[in-house]
């Protein structure tokens, strides 16, 4: 049974997030809060191994939450579940294209899924800074994790100043992380 809903929660993924991997993750955040798969650190979590690894994120996260509810057999049904719906919009897109490329409706429809996509990604934004940049406190001061947010604008000022590869920061924030934890 869960391998069914895990396909069926990632065909939904597929099919709304329009935008990319990081729109998925609105979505992700729902599934956490409706099944109790995964928390929302682990959603974090899903971000760091989604971005550090090669391939869409979308599909990295499917496959990271399918691997940590049912194992390999989950990896694989959540994938299929997130993907098929772009085989089969891309299959009917393909049939249509050069009829609808000009219609004014198919433009519109695109000018309206533009900032929607937009809101979306920009929303997981924010549920990620939330996670990583707060503590829970109610304290003012103590509510943000300033090492994190330290760390953060230093690295965002290194990317900006020299052009390195996106795999150095990957790495460096890796090295960072692993000192960091260690010292504790």
């Known amino acids: 049974m869960t391998l069914i809903l895990l396909f069926y929660e990632f065909f939904k993924v597929g099919l709304f997030s329009v935008g990319g991997g990081l729109a998925t993750l609105p979505f992700l955040y729902d599934i956490s809060d409706k099944t109790g798969w995964f928390t929302h650190g682990d959603i974090t979590n899903l971000i760091a191994v989604s ?36 085989i089969i919009v891309i299959l009917l897109v393909s049939q249509v294209l050069e009829r609808f490329r000009t219609n004014r409706l198919v433009e519109d429809l695109f000018y309206g899924l533009r900032p929607a996509s937009t809101g979306l990604i920009a929303a997981a934004g924010f549920l990620v800074m939330r996670s990583v940049f707060l503590t829970g406190s109610r304290h003012f001061l103590a509510m943000f994790q300033w090492g994190q947010i330290l760390f953060a604008i ?25 000192i960091f934890h260690l010292s504790r």
């Open 154 to 178: 230093v690295l965002f000022i290194a990317i900006e100043k020299f052009d390195k590869h996106p795999a150095v920061y990957i790495a460096i924030s890796a090295v960072a992380g692993i």
């Open 51 to 86: 971005e550090s690894t090669p391939g869409p994120i979308g599909v990295n996260a499917a496959t990271y939450v399918g691997y940590l509810t049912a194992g390999l057999p989950g990896a694989v049904i959540a994938t299929i579940g997130l993907i098929t719906p772009s």
